[in-house]
């Protein structure tokens, strides 16, 4: 028997879905009436108890799987959840609605368009597209396209909608306006409303307009409203921290009727306010439905005593926060390694060698190993160095097949047939393969649907000598006739998206176009557009796909290509940002960077509440790692072409020092105190490759001797003292071999050498971190 919050549960342990749960989850499954908040610590089988609660559901006849509403952020964690259930209960579990929040709101859009004014197969706007509208837009106003950026006005009008601000609401706004004076754009209003009524024009949503539309949809029409919360019995929200205010309005509103609501999450994760979540969502759920029921389930199921302990202490700093002490029966493990360098470039290396160690000495994977970093550009590095060392690495978070252009122009050419009026698939593909319409003519197309207030299919789709004669207006009607016939047939295949999509494929000329370019490039490309058919095939042969519509073909890809697609079974090393590792874990993590100002970032220390997001950040990075952490920082580093001296993050200061490996630590320490890790460790040099090919070393940001040729060692290895090195000197390099000094230099104050090797050519070394000894002093 378990007890929460007064009442009482008798524990079924003869199913084995229950079975497998500690006391705490079996709390969370049971007690399925009522509004629900699970907070799920790091490593504690929230998917698992989540997806046992809605089959216990289930097993118990409470409702019919379609009266079940389950929510996730991403198509894979939906998939997963679906997976779980239906090896529960069976195949009714096809049945849930469950999935992404867009793809479950787009479901009720497609019927519902009609009352907002859409077509039912409205078109779904990627990001590219949105920042080609409005790269349109602000070539139209005559702005400048250097201060109104795409993507910068693409974040605003996101920030917007995902607060429910509408472009006449922003325009009155005081605060937003004296914003955009202070960034100089003072037209974005304008920008915006424009751009909201292009993509209605063309009957396309963004993603944002997903959320938004549903959201008006539910409160501004109560029948709908109604039909909907009777509709939904049971509903559930997986990573609640990451929901935003349009996303919880929603499903506040669809809870109203039933009142089962269950959401699952961790505050201590919640880390992509950047994108609009809000963290008061999940902090203030208590206070929205007072006869709550919570249930925290701390026990770790990850990661090893030390990176659990450690993970502890560092979200004990935050105040906004629902208190909660995770633990673990796991091993204690080994304690947590910093590694210190003296460059960028020598962390890369570093790691990069400690990674070789663990795999030999452990005999594990490579894609055991994740390289962890705060920004993106933090990878090149890492890449050259593994590079260099012939190991396998993926980049998560890199292009995606479908963002390749000639992807991109051929699903252009699916979304244009089947919503003729979609004007940044037409941009795409009105010219491609090329049949003599310039810019010039596209740019008056959309001036005239602009003045005559029409969408673009009613002047291409009715050419006349109007507005275009001789080879202009054939060139247009034979599109318009293509485009006409295409659709004609998607009619006649019965919407089979297979057939339109290798017809179009071949007639558009696009195959053909792909087929003649004999470089490497053009065969790729030709073989990826050969790779979406036989995707599109596969879509339409799939017995469990009750609608094989080019139309759900393209809403499907849409919503997919949204998130990263990475292939994460191959044997290699992931190196990835710490926000595209959330919901990861690996055996051996390396967070690498930990410098002030880079983590945390220094546009997130001007507020307690930033800083406490970065905090949050550091958490999640940590609790990454299964059996092995390491933490690495540089005292230098390459930033906006400069050399700058850095400072190790304030973060490290707040592990508990009984964490982390007494070997590199230095003094000892006890634990409950901390420690400063400027003069912690010990550096090494290392040789980093410069642009132009040249290899230099990089200067410490440290104290440098006096004397001209001062040596610096920080190594076990003994060099020779290089202030007796002269022109002629035979030496001999760790890592380029033999080689003889051709020239001395020292420029700023930073002596050089030219030595000629025999193996790799000529290198240029700083001396005082060359690591050179002297072969032969009399050879000069």
Not at 330 to 335: A, K
């Amino acid at each position: 028997m378990v007890t929460t919050s007064g009442q009482s549960v008798i524990v079924d342990t003869t199913e084995d879905y229950l079975s497998e749960l500690n006391d705490r989850q079996k709390v969370a499954v049971l007690n399925t009436e009522g509004p629900s908040i699970i907070i799920a610590g790091a490593g504690s089988g929230k998917t698992k108890v989540l997806t046992a609660r809605i089959a216990h559901i289930l097993k118990e006849n409470k409702v019919e799987p379609n009266q079940i509403l389950a929510l996730t952020f991403t198509n894979k964690a939906a998939a997963e959840m679906r997976q779980r259930i239906e090896s529960v209960v069976g195949t009714k579990a096809k049945f849930i609605w469950l999935g992404t929040f867009h793809s479950v709101f787009v479901k009720i859009l497609r019927k519902e368009a009609s009352s907002l004014g859409y077509p039912s197969h409205f078109s779904i706007y990627d990001s590219d597209d949105s920042k080609s509208l409005i790269k349109q837009i602000v070539k139209e106003l005559r702005l400048d396209d250097k201060v109104y950026k795409p993507s910068i006005i693409l974040g605003r009008i996101s920030h917007a909608k995902n607060r429910l601000i509408t472009p006449d609401v922003y325009a009155i706004n005081g605060t937003y306006q004296a914003e955009d004076a202070r960034m100089r754009m003072p037209q974005f209003s304008e920008v915006f409303l424009k751009y909201v009524n292009y993509a209605k024009k063309s009957g396309a949503m963004d993603f944002d307009d997903l959320l938004l539309h549903t959201h008006k949809l539910l409160y501004a029409n109560n029948e709908l409203s109604a039909k909907y919360q009777q509709k939904f019995r049971y509903i559930f929200i997986d990573e609640f921290q990451d929901t935003n205010l349009v996303q919880y309005s929603i499903v506040k509103k669809l809870a109203e009727d039933h009142n089962n609501i269950c959401v699952v999450g961790d505050d201590a994760q919640s880390i992509y306010a950047f994108r609009g979540a809000d963290i008061k969502n999940i902090l203030n759920f208590t206070r929205d439905y007072p006869n709550h029921q919570i249930v925290k389930l701390e026990q770790n199921y990850r990661s090893t005593q030390h990176i659990v302990h450690a993970a502890n202490g560092i979200i004990s700093y935050n105040e906004a926060q629902l208190k909660k002490q995770v633990w673990t029966k796991n091993i204690v493990g080994e304690p947590i390694d910093i590694i210190r360098a003296i460059s960028d470039m020598e962390e890369s290396y570093l790691v990069v060698d400690s990674i070789l160690e663990q795999k030999l000495s452990k005999q594990l994977p490579y894609r055991d190993f994740a390289i962890l970093y705060r920004t993106n550009n933090q990878s090149r590095n890492f890449e050259e160095a593994l590079r260099k060392r012939n190991i396998p690495y993926r980049i998560v978070g890199g292009i995606s097949f479908y963002q390749r252009k000639e992807i991109k122009d051929f699903l252009a050419y699916l979304r244009f047939i089947v919503n003729h009026n979609d004007a940044e698939a037409f941009k795409r593909i009105i010219n491609f393969p090329k049949r003599g319409i310039g810019s010039t003519t596209i740019d008056k197309i959309f001036t005239i649907s602009d003045q005559k207030q029409v969408p673009i299919w009613e002047i291409v789709g009715n050419c006349s000598g109007d507005f275009f004669r001789g080879a202009t207006a054939l060139a247009i009607s034979r599109f318009a006739v293509f485009i006409k016939n295409a659709a004609l047939k998607l009619k006649m295949e019965d919407e089979n998206a297979y057939t339109i999509a290798n017809t179009i494929a071949k007639e558009s000329g696009l195959l053909k176009e792909l087929y003649e370019d004999k470089t490497v490039e053009g065969l790729t490309r030709y073989a990826h557009i050969q790779e979406l058919l036989n995707s599109i095939k596969a879509f339409v042969d799939n017995p469990e796909n009750s609608d094989p519509s080019l139309g759900s073909f393209l809403q499907e890809i849409t919503l997919i290509t949204n998130e990263s697609q990475d292939n994460l079974d191959k044997d290699a090393i992931t190196l990835m940002t710490i926000h595209s590792s959330k919901g990861l874990e690996f055996r051996c993590v390396y967070l690498t960077g930990m410098e002030e100002e880079l983590f945390p970032s220094s546009m997130m220390v001007g507020s307690k509440i930033d800083l406490e997001e970065e905090r949050r950040l550091f958490y999640v990075a940590v609790t990454r790692a299964k059996l092995k952490l390491t933490l690495s920082y540089a005292l230098s580093r390459y930033r906006f072409g400069k050399l700058t001296t850095t400072k190790p993050s304030r973060f490290l200061n707040e592990i508990s020092l009984d964490c982390l490996n007494n070997h590199l630590v230095k003094p000892k320490h006890t634990s409950n105190t901390t420690t400063n890790f400027s003069t912690a460790y010990k550096p090494k040099a290392m040789l980093i490759p410069s642009k132009k090919g040249q290899d230099v070393l990089e200067k410490s940001p440290g104290k440098t001797s006096n004397h001209a040729y001062a040596h610096v060692s920080h190594s076990s290895t003994s060099y020779s003292d290089l202030t007796t090195l002269q022109v002629g000197h035979e030496v001999i390099h760790d890592l380029f071999g033999k080689g003889k000094v051709m020239e001395l230099v020292n420029t700023a104050g930073m002596p050089k050498a030219v030595v000629l090797f025999q193996n790799v050519g000529k290198k240029t070394l700083l001396l005082a971190y060359a690591r050179l000894q002297i072969l032969d002093e009399k050879s000069v």
